[in-house]
């Protein structure tokens, strides 16, 4: 967003290539460690709305020029977590294509200076789904009604069910955990801060659903979104909501990957409607520091989640121009 | 099932015939309210498989000869709250007729000695499931990984959430609350107690869904059910399976009820199947005592359960030698 928020790095890494089969597939076969001297310049991510950011000395992720983003690890069980499902989901052959475009394309992991200055960290080497976006309108949903899993720890399952109870997480399945909507040239985005956003309510929701395709977002009444990008990013073949279906139907079946306390990312192009051209909309799931082997049973938490999300999203469509929704049982 | 079992009750009660409107209806419009005189013999029903039981001096529920099934109100909100929802579902215009089908019709309710001898008490007069069978088996599957919701007070919340984390509810999204299995007339029924059902495992539930469609039930080991009635009473276009999904199919749709807690009954006659005739599968559901309004978002919690439930059954559709099945995420 600013200049002073713009980090660089030289980095001198040591990089492994061989990462993206799973792991205790590099345990029967040791790697062929190519050692390279690897010159970037990685910066704060332009676009993020959710997560740790790196800025003010703190860790986050990084990206480069060249369309990849960098996740520092976490010390505990998370990191270790994260980079074994990815290396089980790149390598898993049962994973249909038109599901894996769902998820970054992982490129193994890489030493890196920290962006907090704390030396050398092991980080993720993804896909940066925002790299060819240029005034990108983007929300992260976590979905779930639950964000823990049954073997973590008493006390994270507390806290995460303190936070499920407090945002909409146990009512509506899902939450909104940031976002951020392109307005126009003038008005740049709008962009909530992460306080606000953790205080949204189920009407808040439906509201932001609808401002997020709408053209008026800049008026200060929230109530009269116009919708107007609705049929051009919610709807039709390539939509957001035919791509949440097709989401919905492999979570219907799959029972290899419980994808605890993961979001769903919704991206488009705003501008390049305005010019005729395409939304470029877009789902994509991220944050894998939770989850983990399904045993033959289908995620069940995630599938409701989704299926409520995928309910919001198709009342828009049905009627763009109706706020507040009904949803009352007088007959 | 003993004939020590069978208690029989002469009642005088009072009956209002016109409780099936909604409660704020009976108030704007007061009944008129029929005073009979009422004679018939009630008896403790036969195939109960979970939930309270009126034997032994206990309060439970009572069945008539004419296919009436009597269950005592309870005295706190859960009564007042399962007569509510009764009365709205039954006279609500918007719930279509393949879906009413999977609920008991409700009468209303009527003071009736309760079964427990502590004098006259409101009943739920409610369409017996089960007046029509001679041999059925049955299963009671409460639905949803969580059995509580966000209203109820800290200690039920903490209750329920602790009896989840122990069934399998947490890690399935559904557990299984009862059952009996017909086998022979010879063999009778298996009907394990409540003690051991609350202790189903994941592996044991994959084992009593099979069970429950297998000729050898009487075998002591557990691993080779031979599922010869997987296909008459799972299968086909008016099996269990498809029954499930027309309500999956609803439950993705209607914000109008979250039926928390609540359990889906599935039925089939084998002694039918055996003489050549239909099995009469058959899913309903029941216990509406913690149900409640939607208020526009779906039921997202019984909804994944649900799937979860549809995926078991299948998978003994798709293979049912296979036991255990597979499910792990190794490629």
């Known amino acids: 967003q600013t200049l002073s928020s713009l980090l660089s790095f030289l980095c001198l890494s040591v990089s492994a290539h061989t990462c993206v089969s799973p792991a205790i597939d590099r345990i029967a076969h040791p790697p062929s460690l190519r050692l390279s001297l690897h ?80 030396g050398l960290r092991p980080h993720l080497i993804l896909q940066d789904l925002l790299s060819d976006r240029v005034n990108p309108s983007i929300m992260d949903v976590k979905i779930g009604s639950r964000t823990w899993y049954p073997q973590a720890s008493e006390d994270y399952i507390q806290k995460c069910l303190k936070k499920d109870r407090e945002t909409t997480s146990l009512s509506l399945g899902f939450r909104i955990s940031g976002l951020q909507i392109y307005g126009s040239k003038e008005s740049r985005v709008w962009k909530p801060e992460k306080k606000l956003v953790h205080k949204f309510t189920v009407d808040d929701v439906r509201v932001i659903l ?108 049905i009627d763009p121009d109706e706020y507040p929704s009904k949803g009352c049982s007088e007959g």
């Open 39 to 118: 010159c970037s310049m990685l910066k704060v991510p332009e676009h993020q709305v959710a997560g740790h950011q790196a800025r003010d000395g703190k860790l986050g992720p990084l990206v480069d020029d060249s369309g990849r983003f960098y996740k520092p690890l976490q010390d505990d069980d998370r990191g270790s977590n994260e980079v074994a499902l990815y290396s089980s989901f790149s390598s898993n052959t049962r994973i249909p294509d038109h599901i894996r475009r769902f998820f970054p394309n992982f490129y193994g992991t890489q030493l890196l200076e920290a962006s907090n200055g704390s």
């Open 210 to 317: 609808r401002k997020f395709v709408s053209s008026n977002i800049s008026t200060n009444s929230n109530v009269n979104m116009d919708c107007s990008f609705a049929q051009t990013v919610y709807g039709g073949s390539a939509g957001i909501l035919a791509q949440l279906m097709e989401l919905k139907a492999w979570f219907e079946d799959q029972t290899m990957y419980h994808f605890n306390s993961c979001s769903v990312i919704m991206v488009y192009e705003k501008e390049s409607v305005l010019k005729g051209g395409n939304a470029g909309p877009q789902v994509q799931l991220v944050d894998f520091a939770h989850a983990m082997e399904g045993k033959g049973v289908i995620d069940h938490n995630f599938l409701g989640g989704l299926c409520s999300l995928i309910k919001f999203v198709s009342e828009i469509l």
